[in-house]
T-cell receptor, first 114, second 113 residues
Framework: DAMVIQNPRYQVTQFGKPVTLSCSQT?????MYWYQQKSSQAPKLLFH???????NEADTPDNFQSRRPNTSFCFLDIRSPGLGDAAMYLC?????????????FGPGTRLTVT | GDSVTQMEGPVTLSEEAFLTINCTYT??????LFWYVQYPGEGLQLLLK?????DKGSNKGFEATYRKETTSFHLEKGSVQVSDSAVYFCALSEAARGNKLTFGGGTRVLVKP
């Protein structure tokens, strides 16, 4: 089945220690998104790639970076995680990023910062 | 700017009860509307969508109708099951705002046997 895969499902990192979360997709979609979801809240878009074009949200902290080396993979780098960065991180894809396009979500990576 | 407001939960129901989750939106243009569902410990899954006024989206016994006159997209199911226990998110996407999803706050639904 075509899908969005996130690894690892659970990640523990120390305060200030860089961490990378990964996402891969077999859907061959053009657009990949990263969301942050804190407990009992709606997902918050951090940034997205349309093909190789990176689009950052205005309120995404500089601490969060992303890489998309090819169509299938996208990475979220947190350079110096703080306690407030503990959250579920969701990767999603869409075919063309139009308003009628649905987004396909991965299962998420739950990040704990100690 | 765009916004989505949905009823706060938790909503607790007995099996086979009728479920309604209200959702209203504010948008500058003509958005597409979505309902996503999130089961415990998982990512979001699209439940249904509607892309223009008066469209009805339906899936797995759930329905929602795009009502432009009342800017609403209420989710309904006639007979819920325990397996419908989840968090439900209403969302919109609008071309004028880069097709980004704007989510409501989510509604937790708990169905008891």
């Amino acid at each position: 089945d075509a899908m969005v895969i996130q690894n690892p499902r659970y990640q523990v990192t120390q305060f200030g220690k860089p961490v990378t979360l990964s996402c891969s997709q077999t859907l061959n979609h053009n657009v990949m998104y990263w969301y942050q979801q804190k407990s009992s809240q709606a997902p918050k878009l951090l940034f997205h790639y349309y093909d190789k074009d990176f689009n950052n949200e205005a309120d995404t902290p500089d601490n969060f970076q992303s890489r998309r080396p090819n169509t299938s993979f996208c990475f979220l780098d947190i350079r110096s995680p703080g306690l407030g960065d503990a959250a579920m991180y969701l990767c999603a894809t869409s075919r063309d990023g139009t308003s009628i396009d649905e987004q396909y979500f991965g299962p998420g990576t739950r990040l704990t910062v100690t | 700017g765009d916004s989505v407001t949905q009823m706060e939960g938790p909503v607790t129901l007995s099996e086979e009860a009728f479920l309604t989750i209200n959702c209203t939106y504010t948008a500058t243009g003509y958005p597409s509307l979505f309902w996503y569902v999130q089961y415990p410990g998982e990512g979001l899954q699209l439940l249904l969508k509607a892309t223009k006024a008066d469209d009805k989206g339906s899936n797995k016994g759930f329905e929602a109708t795009y009502r432009k006159e009342t800017t609403s997209f209420h989710l309904e199911k006639g007979s819920v099951q325990v397996s419908d226990s989840a968090v439900y998110f209403c969302a919109l996407s609008e071309a004028a705002r880069g097709n980004k999803l704007t989510f409501g706050g989510g509604t937790r639904v708990l169905v008891k046997p």
